[in-house]
């Protein structure tokens, strides 16, 4: 299996599970590349849905996969003045991944991704709506078909610019 679809596979599979889609999208992208960085999956705790549950603020999934690129491929805190302007090099595959999640999803905000899976958006932190969300499939196919899909092109990007970093050496 193509480790792009193990990503999807793996990341919808965490969603269902552990919800979290920051978390459970950089699980999968970490696992299928072999990256130890539990330092990295903490971090991501509070990313989820919209940041925080809040839902008003960029997808969890998305930020998932934008923390990997900049994970693999971001600068160093022992290289913070980043002479080689390696942070520039990141913002351009951080954009072209948002773009291309955009693509897929027709926005990058929560909210919106909620409403155009499950016809509303969700207060998660709320007992009756997480009760309405899981009813509408959140957890069973929404929610976790985004962080397949994050996954999946995340590792992809990462894939292809590995391999074009190989045919220059």
Known sequence: MEKSEKAY???????????GCAQTTLAAIFDVLNVE??????SATGLAAGIGLSGDGTCGALIGGAMALSYLFGRDRKNFADPEKKRFETYKIVREYYKKFKEV??????????RKLMGRTFDLLDPKDWEEFLKAGGHTDKCPS?????????VEMILERMKSKE???
């Open 9 to 19: 596979e793996l990341a919808f599979k965490y969603e269902a599970e552990y919800g």
């Open 146 to 154: 985004v962080t397949g899909t994050a996954a999946k092109l995340a």
């Open 167 to 169: 045919s220059k050496v």
């Open 37 to 42: 960085a539990d330092d990295a999956f903490k």
């Open 105 to 114: 999803f027709g926005s990058t905000r929560c909210f919106d991704i909620q």
